[in-house]
Nanobody, 124 residues
Framework: QVKLQESGGGSVQTGGSLRLSCVAS????????LAWVRQVPGKEREVVAA????????YYSDSVKGRFTISRDRAKSELSLQMNSLKPEDTATYFC?????????????????WGQGAQVNVSS
């Protein structure tokens, strides 16, 4: 079965950094797009970063562009999200997600496989 397991998360002050990791199994990174999606209660899920294609093309939402970096390690089947210059509005539950190759990599609803989520809290 496809499985995505997040690790990391925690609490940090504004301006701090945090790194999330996700170990995947049951599918190939070469045939799936990978993403980090965050959820705030009462708001729509937001794809903050995605990585896709064999060359590792990336997407970032405007809200995190320049602050977050998504990366993948195919040998370890690991997806990471380096979060720098964190802001209180980054507080959310972060999920790693995957979908088969195709369009709509920036749409949370397009992803079919999900991890359990990791909580990130940024205090002012």
């Amino acid at each position: 079965q496809v499985k995505l397991q997040e690790s990391g998360g925690g609490s940090v002050q504004t301006g701090g950094s945090l790194r999330l990791s996700c170990v995947a199994s049951g599918f190939s990174f070469t045939t799936h797009a990978l993403a980090w999606v965050r959820q705030v209660p009462g708001k729509e899920r937001e794809v903050v970063a995605a990585i896709y294609t064999g060359a590792g093309s990336t997407y970032y939402s405007d809200s995190v562009k320049g602050r977050f970096t998504i990366s993948r390690d195919r040998a370890k089947s690991e997806l990471s999200l380096q979060m720098n210059s964190l802001k209180p509005e980054d507080t959310a539950t972060y999920f790693c997600a995957a979908k088969t190759a195709g369009s709509w990599y920036d749409r949370a609803g397009a992803y079919t496989y999900w991890g359990q989520g990791a909580q990130v809290n940024v205090s002012s």
